[in-house]
């Protein structure tokens, strides 16, 4: 006998906050192979979400555990007497539900909090019989969308300490994905001369709060602080400044590798009485030319989320051969580049075109550059027309003809059409007059599907011999407007 849970994704994600997030599908299979039947009293199976906030230590430790959501879904129902039997077979049942955009997320790693969601099914076979269960762990992930500010806004701290320095500590987002790297740019332009820059400590602090009942966020019952990650960074005395903005100023990054595992590190999350916030604490030490140490701190907001490309295992960590050797910035979905990025890069008229394909038999440079949606290349040498010119008296001629034409659509359309009269005893008639019947009847042109997605280049058409009838000509205003 086999019983197992199948689930199209065991981690769902929910884009957005909960005021915006759209619904979550969660569907699956229920298993059952039967060898042999099977006396069953119900098969059912039930998705609940649990918590628990606990807080304190000792004698002073509060905890509370509650089930906040519940769905079930019963398969076989038991019949008037109490049961039925499976024969030998194999049962599949598929079942899904949307969870709402607003339900609480998953929280996981922490010793005496978190927020759970599990799947478990459940086969009753009467009193003196085992029942048979199977569980299956379901993760809820809300991560940031793709327009939110947290992936385009840069965290930025900059100020003057009055004749000593002026600095600017940056980082590119506000938002960071678990498990990569935390990136700070630094620019100090000293105002003293002498001034020398000695250690660069780079920390990240989480700090969680814990409610034990939501509904009274005033009072608070547990805080607690730890530190993620750190980073300390001996400045080279021997490093040159570079001019910036007609001042010389140090310029350096520093990288923080964040956690791979939620007992290190959580994800910013505000839900059901637990809060986690981040801070990036920076602390630059100044050596005086007296010798004397000074300090500049200051201290940046972030927001770290779980990436739905960069996902958790049932360990509840991030595998280190995913990250190996990726730009994080790869996992942001939908993120639009940054502009610093990408100022520098060459534009389109700059680039060569001679690496190009070009369509056959046409030069580069002259002919359109190939696309798979084309239906056709031109075939005209457009690089030996582009070098031709018309003579301006065949310009002329050719304008003389067009504007003859115009005056002669002009004089027809001025006389009496002989379709109305004044007097009510003649029938007024709609078609033609039969001395203009001859020269009236429209000419039908045929046109192959392969002439018609040919164009001709205009120095083509220019020196073409072939002279559009009349009627292929469209009417002018007046003439329809009676």
């Known amino acids: 006998m086999v019983h197992a849970l199948s689930l199209d994704q065991s981690t769902l994600v929910l884009r957005g906050n909960q005021e915006e997030a759209s619904s979550v599908l969660l569907k699956g299979t229920l298993v059952l192979c039967l060898a042999d039947p099977l006396k069953v009293q119900n098969v059912r199976l039930r998705f609940t979400g649990e918590r628990r906030v606990g807080c304190g230590s000792g004698g002073g430790a509060q905890k509370k555990d509650d089930q906040f959501f519940r769905h079930t879904w019963e398969f076989v129902i038991p019949g008037p007497r109490r049961g039925q039997t499976l024969a030998a077979d194999n049962y599949e049942w598929p079942f899904d539900y949307a969870l709402p ?227 994080p910035s790869a996992f942001v979905v939908g993120a639009p580049p940054r502009y610093g990025e990408h100022r520098f890069d060459t534009l389109y008229n700059d680039l060569d075109p001679s690496g190009y394909v070009t369509p056959a038999g046409a030069p580069s440079g002259f002919s359109t550059p190939f696309n798979p949606q084309s239906r056709r290349g031109s075939g005209d040498n457009l690089a030996s027309l582009a070098s031709a010119s018309v003579p301006p008296i065949a310009l002329q001629t050719r304008l003389n003809n067009l504007d003859n034409r115009i005056s002669d659509l002009l004089a027809r359309s001025s006389q009496p059409d002989s379709s109305f009269s004044d007097d009510p005893s003649v029938t007024p008639s709609w078609g033609p007059s039969e001395d203009e019947s001859d020269h009236s009847d429209p000419q039908h042109v045929e046109f192959s599907p392969e002439q018609m997605c040919r164009v001709p280049s205009y120095s083509t058409a220019l020196r073409s011999q072939h002279q559009t009838p009349i009627s292929e000509v469209p009417p002018i205003y007046e003439s329809i407007n009676r």
């Open 101 to 327: 955009g607003n339900i609480s997320e998953s929280v996981e790693g922490l010793d005496d909090s978190w927020i759970v969601y599990r799947l478990k099914a459940t086969i009753e076979r009467g009193i003196l019989a085992q029942n048979i269960v199977t569980r299956r762990h379901v993760r809820v992930v809300r991560t940031l969308d793709t327009d939110a500010l947290e992936l385009s806004h840069e965290m930025r701290v900059d100020n003057t300490w009055l004749d000593k320095i002026d600095y600017t500590i940056s980082s590119p987002t506000k938002g960071v994905i678990f498990g990569t790297t935390v990136e700070v740019n630094f620019r100090i332009t000293p105002l003293l001369k002498g001034l020398k820059i000695g250690e660069v400590h780079t920390s990240l602090v989480e700090t969680q709060d814990i409610w034990i009942d939501p509904k009274y966020q005033e009072r608070k019952k547990g805080t607690i602080t730890r530190l993620v990650a750190e980073d300390n960074f001996n400045f080279p005395q021997d490093q040159q400044t570079e001019l910036i903005d007609s001042h010389d100023a140090w310029l350096f990054t520093r990288r923080l590798a964040l956690p791979k595992s939620l007992k290190k590190c959580l994800q910013n999350v505000n839900t059901m009485g637990i809060r986690t916030r981040h801070n990036l604490n920076l602390v630059v030490k100044l050596i005086n030319p007296d010798e004397h140490v000074s300090q500049l701190l200051a201290s940046l907001p972030l927001h770290i989320y779980i990436s739905p490309n960069l996902l958790l295992g049932e360990d509840n960590t991030i595998s280190a051969d995913g990250l190996r050797g990726v730009d």
